[in-house]
């Protein structure tokens, strides 16, 4: 596989790019020389962990939030997911991984096509939601996790550390890195409809001070996933290299390259537009002669440095770049003009559906960002202060070609495809965007002699957009510029150990579908919108007692988020459209989260996260929408893992259990507030047997894994889309899948 090409890539971005990795990696390999021996500093002792991190949560938690404290000591609401614990059970998707955390939940996750979620019931928004060891990132692309350690999920609080983000929280990808231990590990893995899977991770130190580390993770997969005629493949390669300076600095320069290839698997809909149709999980509509994988092509490297200028202050630097191409290809079905009347959203009664050849070839998104930051402690008027201060710039393009082709071709049918000619003709006009973010913060913790802790921040943010079409119709150029704050109490002792009270404030942009035989305002960067967000929580840990320890957490928050919604407007006499207005609705979400973790010698481990939400439309321009509960937003979730040692650890008996509640689908037009249609509660199983050989110089871990053990057929999610269109996606049938990992 060849790093800095792809098959589709045009030559001259691809050598731009090769060329700025190759002059971050030229700069770290020049320091490097005069410390990299030519063989290994003797032998070094294999750790028993498959995983080594030398960072530790408090420097995770930092790398995010920038305040210097324990995870558990912030006035924030985190969750640090291993990815360990996806893999255990077969897993490589975002959704699977993120499922761990109740806050979680999908929006419009598909096989073969990248993911979006829902924190909070709030859509996070890809371009701005996603963050790799902190800072920003593009989120619309599959993502590889081989060289991922851990995912950081922020759950609220996201415009004290996002210029501009949607409100329910963040999502940081943390970096595998090189520890004080070697690590040689190599993975295989085989499911019963011939998905392949092969990884590498390798780790080691050089030198006679062991000053320079490198850390290399590689992976192929063929994929053949539980959906039918769904076929894809991809390849992962990344290396990570850190060199720990004398006089206590750090420079770390990393670089990763993901080519992804799938069938995607477009949603179901509902049977005249009220009915849910029959759960069919294999059920691809996808499946014409002439279908084409999604394919995409990520290239991502960072540059970072930190130096110590004192025993108090820090300062560091970061540069990063990411460069995603891609090209969506799916037969889509939308919608039904085989009935006497055109039905949208939904299929007819019968399960016929309209099906488009849709084609959106070479789509390229640069994400380009720096930050300098300067951490620092001060004793001042009889507190000590924990100082930080930032300077971020983000600039983000979305380039498209002058075209896409979204055709009608037929008509085709949920319970049995009819095969129909393509057109694959390109008449559809793109629109381009551009979004540049300078951001400037400023945080403080204050703490005195007593249990109270005040947290502050201020983040100030100048946002630049700017979208025009194709054929140099409808630019828009917007400027704005916003203040964020932050506020927390928390109060710490020994026995009740923390609890905190938090105020923030959030600011969002939104941009108008293309859609210009929709929407008159088509393409369109609308105003900004300030969220609020209101949040305390309890926390208490307790120690090893009688073989046992554990820790508690119990959070309610509230947010009031103003949106944009459609008005109906007549463009021409008998021509009605839509227009796209800021702020036309006002949401209210508000809930409880528990979590609780015991660790008992005799029982295993146990991990539970539950949340209780009531999410609502608290104020509309549309009449039945005032009162009414978010779409495909859950009441309650749960979320259960066991780890269970068998004789002596040599065994290991993994199961999580998964549960959420009725998730509205339609409101009642006559009813205003009330639901007309709901998915029903669900529950799904996932179970995995581990079992650990021990060799003279090898160690091997055997696992057999079921997911959705009992094979249950529910509908998991009914995501309506920006656009109006309502697309229902079913829970993934039953995988067995074998592995075998080895370390040396």
Same mark, same amino acid.
């Given at each position: ?123 996070i928004d890809p371009r701005l939601n996603y963050r790799r060891d902190g800072l920003p990132i593009n989120g619309h ?308 002699s007593g249990p109270l802790v005040l947290w502050l921040g201020l983040r100030n943010t100048q946002i630049a957009s ?59 960067? /609308? !105003? #900004? *919108? $300030? ?9 208490? &840990?307790?120690?090893?007692? =009688? ?60 991990? /539970? !996260? #539950? *949340? $209780? ?9 549309? &009449?039945?929408?005032?009162? =009414? ?63 650990? *050989? ?10 057999? &894994? ?39």
């Amino acid at each position: 596989m060849n790093i800095c090409h792809g098959k589709h890539q045009s030559k001259r971005r691809g050598f731009a790019f090769c060329a700025f990795a190759f002059r971050h990696a030229l700069v770290t390999l020049c320091l490097l020389q005069t410390l990299i021996s030519a063989q290994l500093a003797g032998a070094q002792v294999r750790g028993e962990s498959l995983e080594i991190r030398s960072t530790s949560l408090q420097q995770t938690a930092a790398s995010l939030t920038g305040f210097q404290a324990p995870l558990q000591s912030t006035p924030f609401s985190l969750s640090l997911i291993d990815t360990q614990t996806a893999s255990d059970f077969g897993l490589h998707a975002l959704s699977d991984l993120l499922r761990s955390d109740p806050a979680v939940s999908d929006a419009y996750n598909t096989i073969g096509y990248p993911e979006n979620f829902a924190i909070r019931g709030f859509l996070i928004d890809p371009r701005l939601n996603y963050r790799r060891d902190g800072l920003p990132i593009n989120g619309h692309v599959p993502l590889a996790f081989e060289n991922k350690a851990s995912v950081l999920l922020l759950k609220g609080a996201s415009g004290m550390f996002a210029g501009s983000a949607s409100p329910g929280g963040l999502v940081d990808f943390v970096l595998k890195r090189p520890g004080n231990l070697s690590i040689r590990s190599a993975t295989l893995s085989l499911s019963e409809r011939g998905t392949r899977y092969v990884a590498a991770d390798l780790s080691e130190r050089f030198g006679a001070s062991q000053s320079v580390g490198i850390r290399i993770n590689l992976a192929n997969e063929t994929r053949r996933p539980m959906a039918e005629r769904a076929p894809g493949d991809r390849q992962f390669a990344s290396l990570l290299m850190d060199w720990r300076m004398p006089g206590g600095g750090i420079l770390q320069w990393d670089a990763e390259r993901h080519l992804f290839a799938q069938i995607s698997v477009p949603g179901a809909s509902l049977l005249d537009g009220r009915l849910l149709p029959p759960v069919l999980p294999r059920r691809n509509m996808n499946d014409q002669p002439w279908s084409s994988p999604f394919e995409s092509q990520e290239t991502a490297s960072a540059l970072r440095w930190q130096k110590p200028l004192s025993a108090d202050w820090l300062l560091k630097a970061a540069s990063s770049l990411q460069a995603v191409r891609t090209h969506d290809r799916i037969a889509f079905p939308d919608g039904c003009s085989a009935g006497v009347a055109y039905l949208y959203p939904g299929f007819c009664a019968n399960g016929d559906a309209d099906l488009y050849d849709f084609r959106s070839l070479n789509e390229r998104r640069l994400t380009r960002s720096s930050e300098l930051r300067l951490d620092g402690h001060v004793a001042f008027a009889g507190a000590r202060h924990q100082l930080a201060l930032a300077y971020r710039n983000t600039r983000l393009s979305e380039q498209l070609e002058p075209a896409q082709a979204y055709n009608w071709v037929g008509i085709s049918n949920y319970f049995a495809s009819v095969k129909l000619d393509p057109n694959p003709v390109a008449e559809t006009l793109n629109s381009n965007r551009f979004l540049s973010t300078r951001e400037l913060s400023i945080q403080d913790r204050i703490q005195t002699s007593g249990p109270l802790v005040l947290w502050l921040g201020l983040r100030n943010t100048q946002i630049a957009s700017r979208s025009a079409r194709s054929d140099g119709e409808l630019a828009v150029s917007l400027e704005q510029s916003f203040s964020s704050p932050f506020a927390a109490i928390s109060y710490e002792t020994n026995g009740f150990q923390h609890a905190y009270l938090s105020y923030a404030q959030g600011v969002e942009t939104e941009v108008v579908p293309n859609r210009p035989t929709i929407y008159r305002n088509a393409a369109q960067v /609308l !105003a #900004a *919108q $300030r969220s609020k967000q209101w949040e305390a929580s309890l926390r208490k &840990a307790w120690g090893a007692q =009688a073989g046992m320890e554990g820790q508690l957490a119990l959070t309610v928050f509230r947010i009031e988020r103003p949106s944009a919604a459609d008005v109906e407007i007549t463009a021409l006499p008998g021509e009605p459209m839509l227009e796209r207005l800021p702020a036309a609705l006002l949401a209210r979400h508000q809930g409880l989260e528990f979590q609780a973790s015991l660790d008992a010698a005799e029982f295993g481990q146990f991990q /539970l !996260a #539950a *949340q $209780r939400t009531q999410a609502k439309t608290v104020e509309s321009l549309l &009449a039945n929408r005032e009162g =009414a509960p978010v779409l495909n937003v859950a009441p309650w979730s749960l979320h259960l893992l066991h780890r269970w040692p068998i004789a002596d650890s040599r065994w290991q008996w993994q199961n999580r259990l998964y549960a959420v509640g009725r998730k509205p689908v339609l409101l009642a037009n006559d009813r205003p507030g009330d639901v007309d249609l709901a998915l029903a509660a669900r529950w799904q199983w996932d179970s995995a047997l581990h079992w650990q *050989q021990k060799l003279p110089q090898l160690r091997l871990r055997w696992t057999l &894994a079921a997911t959705n053990l009992f094979d249950r057929a529910d509908w998991r999610e009914a995501p309506t889309q920006s656009w109006g269109g309502t697309y229902l996606f079913p829970v993934q049938a039953r995988s067995l899948r074998m592995a075998l990992q080895a370390h040396w």
